[in-house]
């Protein structure tokens, strides 16, 4: 059953256009904070279950790897009663969205990094450092 994203979506609007952070109490900064971390870790569940049906060794498939790490690195660290922390989980919630929605094969807007050809609209240098760093991030036990 597929899970009903607007909500969340309306609401990842509202709290990214927050501007005070004392706009809500603490504790309902928490309670938002809780409800997306359980979204986003059933998100992430889907994610992983796209995936595990794609090629080992495509871009598609590492990048997958790469935001389920870091999905799992940020979902790791205890929320908190902060605007600050809402608004990490609200572009946690979206990045993983933004993963799942992409067909399986077609290379997103980041995929592009791996590539040979030069980027003729980018004054930046190429990323192509090693992020073997982020996959290897785990909870700490406790």
């Known amino acids: ?12 609007a509202a709290v990214l256009s927050w501007t005070d952070p004392a706009a809500l109490a603490p504790h ?23 995936a ?3 090629d080992e060794g495509t871009g598609p498939h590492a ?7 870091e999905a799992q690195r940020r979902l790791c660290t205890p929320h908190q009663g902060t605007l600050r922390c809402v608004r990490n989980r609200t572009r946690l919630v ?21 590539r040979d050809r030069p980027q003729a609209d980018s004054t930046r240098p190429r990323v192509t450092a ?8 785990t ?3 406790g």
């Not at 059953?1 to 990842?12: F, K, N, Q």
């Not at 809780?34 to 796209?50: E, F, Q, S």
């Not at 979206?94 to 791996?114: F, I, S, T, V």
């Open 130 to 137: 090693p992020v073997v760093a982020l996959c290897t991030v």
């Open 94 to 114: 979206r990045a993983l969205y933004d993963r799942l929605d992409r067909p399986p094969g077609r290379p997103g807007r980041r995929d592009h990094l791996n």
């Open 1 to 12: 059953m597929p899970l009903d994203r607007a909500p969340y979506e309306c609401s990842g």
């Open 52 to 54: 595990d049906i794609l």
């Open 139 to 141: 909870c700490p036990t």
């Open 28 to 50: 309902d900064f928490e309670q938002i904070a809780l409800r997306l971390t359980g979204h986003a870790r059933a998100v992430a569940t889907d994610v992983r279950h796209r």
């Open 63 to 69: 990048l997958a790897e790469i935001i389920l790490a």
